[in-house]
Structure formats: structure tokens, C-alpha cells
């Protein structure tokens, strides 16, 4: 097992709030809104760097994504910032007509995404925004899993053209992937190349999958680990390749297990390759108040039940052959 | 080229010979807000606006239109395609398999004049705001114009938009309601009340002008050149219009029941009657 470390935690999104700040330092034509929430989605250096470019809308989610889309009839690239259930499910109708069916440039951005919000509970943690986001034609969804990751999406994205999902949270996780990385929109990146099982995780569940493949390691397991940070559009070749080699799968995603990541790669896998497949996701439920971890840990979503659910997924290869 | 008074009436008469073809046409769609708003789009198009037909997306340099109450799209193509947007011949697809002129109009199929999909209603003040900051930002001083049902205005995202532009003094927005007093199950006084409009967005910092003939072109003239020398005073301005739903056509006039109804042939047929042949049909 390749051995990943961290000397620094930070939120994610913080990385969105830096990464913001360089997209906007980068081209002229980027413009970020915000319902209300300037504290929470780290907006504050942007605005200050930009104010003009900067369109405070109240708590007024529906106006904000309608005014994205009108910001780019005259070219500009709008980042709108909200909580994740304020920026999908509140609004799914202004992002399916306005800006998808639309096709127009717009970037929302979601922070607060899942059970890792915390405390505040199930009024506030989405669990179904990945879903709501990936049925939509022609959006791409976006859900990296560190500080850096992120600050390397949010510049991605303004570089890419066409409307985004960008997903990212709340906690103070572990940073370790490179503060200089390339962030390539669709491509997979390969945390460890194993043979037993392939563990395909996106967002804050890449470093509980890091946790669980060392553990597996010292019982023997070789895991090989996948960060799917863009779901959509998925990749396709890397997830056909890894399956082909480990013969199981197992997916980790903090969302609902209908309509994730986990059905992204059930459904690739149920054409070209029927594999088992173990889910670590929430299990059909809303959220509830609680700290991140106690949180993650009563639904089910950290590297305890990423290794058992390799274990489970690599018997269940082994019966069928 | 800038129609006068009689231009624009006889324009306005051949657009609603289109409307009640091209509803008929495919058995589908809506004369009567159509038929209601045709004096003013005519009005915006052949004699307000300063658009370019070449069509350009980003509409640099140039007044924009947003039609917020997308499914009086049959007014919003006839205008269009007159004013040099694409081919007349092509109305004759409207609503049918594999055409760009869609039941509600959308930027999807690429139809040239059309910057936004509409028809679920309430969006498209809030993307003419984001079009008007863009503007703003790119130092274009030129005009946003938006129409809206008057039904549509129980949709609470319009008065999000309706507060978030006095607050950031978007003054170059011009917004149109027709105010036709119809929706689909009856009279919008029995469905959801609208109250007093003018107090609503006057209290919301919006600048006010009513017109109560929407129907006849010189006075719908008026009333934009009177909006237009309000812009750039610090508010945006609101345009009552009173309109008839159904307007041009007497069996249509005044009653909901055409919202959402197409003219058989013999009712196709009374109705051209109606609708002095101008331009061709197409």
C-alpha cells in the first residue's frame, strides 16, 4: 500500500474559496455570486480582490441561479455559492431550464454537501444532490476530496466550458493530495494500484478509503483505490480496467446509495461487465444532528465499513468462481 | 429600419395571421396570450430595440428581449423570423418532430434570437438581471426588455428578482407584464389574487407605468419611449400593460379559454378572415 501522509488539515471548502480567487485572478471574466452565505463558502478574498465582480443575492437561491445564467449572455463565467441542498434541490428546476437545458457556462458551487455539515442536521444535509445533479444532460459533477483537490477543481472549472456541479464540505479533513496537481475533469486518479478488490470513493470518503486499504493491507488484502472525483462524466476506462483486474468492487460516497457514485459505476459495470459490488452510502435515510464523525460513523461511512465491505464484496467473488 | 405607426400595425396583423396558422398547424399551443401581446413584441422589435438579427449570443452592444412566459411562443417566432432571425418558412414547423421552434422556446436546437429556455414560469426576470449586470460590467449601456404573464407573477422567484434589482439600481431593465387578467383555470382575480400591482413593485423600488391599451400600437409605442427615457435614473421600470387575450380575433377575445387551444379549420378560417394578409403568409 503506498503510504500517504498529511502534515495540514483544512476544509475543502476553503480550497473552493482559494481556488475562486485564482479563477478570478486568471481571467476577468469570471464573477461569483452568493445567497448569504460569503462566511461559510470562503468567498470573502474574492470579494475583496474583485468587488465588482461579486453579486450578493440575499437568500434568494431561485434569483441567484437565473441571474448565473443570464451573466452569460455577455460572457461572463458566474460561480454561484450556497449550502449543497440550497444549490440543487431548492433550485432544481432554475438549473434544469435556465442553465442546463440552457447550456449556459454557469459553475455551482455546494458547499456543506452531506452529513459531514454536522449539527445542523437533516434540513441542511443533502444526501441526493449528486443524483438530482448527474440526470441533468450535459452537467458535469465534481467531488474532490482534499483542501487541494479542490482549490485545483474550482480553477479547472472556470477553465472548462459548460455547467458544473462542484461539490465540497464543511470539516477539516486531512490534505493529501498535491498542492500542485493538474486537476483533469473526467479522469480518475489512481491512489493505489491493488488486485483484490477496487475501491472507488469520491469526496471526503478518498481518505477513509486510504485508512481502510492500509488496514487491509496488514491483513493481506491488496486494495487498489480509485479517486472518482468527477462522476460525471465518469471514467469510464479507468473503472473497466481496474474491475477487470480485482474482479470486485467496492464504491464509498457520502450520499444516498440511489443515485450516487454507486449506481454511476453499478451501471457502467451491469453493460460491460457485471461485477459485484458492495455499497458504502447512506442507506436510504435523511441525516440527523451530530458531530462529522459520530455522523459517519452511525451511517456508515468511514474505513471500518469500507473494509467490511471489501472483505464481504471479495467472498462473494470468490463463491462465484 | 425603424417601422412607423402603420408599419407596425400592418407587421402586427400578419403576425397574427402566423399565430393562428401556426397553432393550428400542429394542433397545439397558445393563441390567446399570443394573440394579446402581439402589439407589443411587434412594437419592440420593429420599432424600440436596437438588436441585431445576425444573432450573436452574447449581445454586445445591443437591447435584448427575454420572453419570461414562454408559452406564448407562437408571437415570439412570427416576430423573430420578420424581423430576420431565420426563414418564415420555417414557422411552419412549430411544435413538430425535429424542429427548432420547440413548444417553449430554447436555445437547445440553436434557433437564432432565442438566448434562454422559458416556460416554466418565473425565470426570466431573474435572467434578464444577470444579463443587465453583464452588461454593466462590460460598460454597455444598452436596454434589457423582459415580458411576464400576469399569472406568471405568483411565482415567488419574480419577486426575488423584483427585489434584487432596485437594491443594486439595475436601471437599464425594463419589465413587461401583460396584464390580461387571464390564466389557465379562469380569471386571475378568482385564481390568486395580484392585489395592486402597481403598489407591489413601487414599494419594491421599481418605477411604474401603466398602460391600459396594449392593443393598440401607437399607444404601446408610447409607453415603451416613455420607459426607455426612464432608464438610466437609478430604478428599473415596470410596464402594466392591459392586454385581451386573444386580441385580433373576436371568438378568442377576452376569455381564458383560448390560453391553451387550437382553431379548428372552420374556426381557422373566421379567424383569417379577421387578419388582413400583409407581408406573405408563410
Known amino acids: 500500500m503506498k503510504k500517504y501522509t498529511y502534515t495540514d488539515k483544512k476544509d475543502t471548502r476553503s480550497g473552493f474559496g482559494d481556488g475562486l480567487l485564482e479563477a478570478g485572478k486568471r481571467n476577468p471574466e469570471v464573477v461569483a455570486l452568493c445567497a448569504d452565505l460569503v462566511g461559510s463558502l470562503k468567498m470573502a478574498d474574492f470579494i475583496k480582490a474583485f468587488p465588482e465582480r461579486f453579486f450578493q443575492t440575499g437568500i434568494a437561491e431561485a434569483n441567484m441561479i437565473g441571474m448565473a445564467a443570464g451573466l ?236 467490511a465491505a471489501a472483505k464481504k464484496v471479495i467472498a462473494r467473488k470468490k463463491q462465484n468462481s | 429600419m425603424k417601422q412607423d405607426i402603420e408599419q407596425l400595425k400592418q407587421t402586427a396583423s400578419q403576425v397574427r395571421r402566423d399565430i393562428v396558422r401556426m397553432v393550428h398547424g400542429c394542433q397545439s399551443g397558445h393563441p390567446g396570450g399570443s394573440l394579446g401581446c402581439t402589439d407589443f413584441l411587434v412594437a419592440l422589435y420593429f420599432n424600440i430595440m436596437n438588436n441585431d438579427p445576425s444573432f450573436n449570443m452574447d449581445a454586445k452592444g445591443e437591447d435584448l428581449f427575454f420572453l419570461s412566459n414562454g408559452h406564448i411562443s407562437p408571437v415570439f417566432y412570427s416576430v423573430l423570423a420578420h424581423a430576420g432571425y431565420f426563414d418564415k418558412s420555417e414557422l411552419s414547423t412549430f411544435r413538430k418532430l425535429n424542429s427548432r421552434l420547440q413548444g417553449h422556446p430554447t436555445t437547445h436546437e440553436g434557433l437564432p434570437g432565442v438566448r434562454i429556455a422559458s416556460g416554466s414560469l418565473g425565470q426570466g426576470l431573474s435572467v434578464a438581471i444577470g444579463a443587465a449586470l453583464a452588461k454593466r460590467l462590460n460598460g454597455d449601456d444598452s436596454i434589457v426588455y423582459t415580458l411576464h404573464g400576469d399569472g406568471e407573477l405568483q411565482e415567488g422567484q419574480i419577486w426575488e428578482a423584483a427585489m434584487f434589482a432596485p437594491h443594486n439600481k439595475l436601471d437599464r431593465l425594463i419589465a413587461t407584464v401583460d396584464y390580461n387578467g387571464q390564466q389557465i383555470d379562469g380569471p386571475t382575480e378568482m385564481v390568486l389574487s395580484l392585489g395592486n400591482l402597481k403598489a407591489k413593485f413601487e414599494a419594491f423600488g421599481w418605477e411604474v407605468l401603466e398602460e391600459p391599451n396594449g392593443n393598440d400600437m401607437a399607444s404601446v409605442v408610447a409607453v415603451l419611449e416613455k420607459a426607455k427615457s426612464l432608464t438610466g435614473k437609478g430604478k428599473p421600470i415596470a410596464i402594466l400593460l392591459k392586454t385581451g387575450m386573444g386580441y385580433g380575433v373576436d371568438f378568442m377575445m377576452g376569455s381564458h379559454k383560448w390560453h391553451g387551444v387550437a382553431p379548428n379549420d372552420e374556426q381557422l378560417a373566421v379567424a383569417l378572415a379577421q387578419l388582413e394578409e400583409t407581408l406573405g403568409d408563410y
Request: charged share 20%; hydrophobic share 40%; with cysteine.
Open chain 1, 72 to 307: 452569460t449572455i455577455g460572457g461572463k463565467i458566474p460561480f454561484t455559492g450556497t449550502f449543497a441542498n440550497f444549490s440543487t434541490g431548492r433550485v432544481y428546476d432554475q438549473i434544469r431550464q435556465s442553465v442546463a437545458y440552457s447550456d449556459k457556462n454557469v459553475k455551482i458551487c455546494a458547499s456543506h454537501a452531506g452529513l459531514t455539515l454536522g449539527e445542523d442536521g437533516a434540513t441542511h444535509q443533502i444526501l441526493e444532490d449528486i443524483g438530482l445533479m448527474k440526470m441533468l444532460p450535459g452537467m458535469t459533477v465534481i467531488n474532490p476530496c482534499d483542501y487541494n483537490q479542490t482549490k485545483a477543481a474550482t480553477i479547472a472549472i472556470a477553465e472548462h466550458h459548460g455547467p458544473v456541479y462542484l461539490r465540497f464540505g464543511r470539516p477539516v479533513v486531512p490534505i493529501f493530495t498535491d498542492a500542485d496537481q493538474k486537476f483533469e475533469i473526467g479522469k480518475a486518479w489512481m491512489v493505489n494500484e491493488g488486485a483484490d478488490v477496487s475501491i472507488f470513493a469520491t469526496g471526503h470518503l478518498v481518505w477513509e478509503a486510504i485508512q481502510a486499504g492500509e488496514k487491509l493491507a496488514e491483513e493481506g488484502i491488496d486494495a487498489e483505490i480509485i479517486n472518482i472525483h468527477t462522476i460525471k462524466p465518469l471514467d469510464a476506462e479507468a473503472v473497466l480496467k481496474s474491475v477487470a483486474k480485482t474482479g470486485c468492487v467496492v464504491t464509498a460516497e457520502e450520499h444516498n446509495r440511489l443515485g450516487g457514485l454507486g449506481d454511476s459505476i453499478a451501471q457502467l459495470l451491469a453493460v460491460n461487465n457485471p461485477t459485484p459490488q458492495e455499497y458504502v452510502a447512506v442507506n436510504d435515510s435523511f441525516g440527523e444532528s451530530g458531530t462529522p464523525a459520530q455522523l459517519m460513523t452511525k451511517y456508515g461511512l468511514d474505513a471500518e465499513h469500507i473494509i
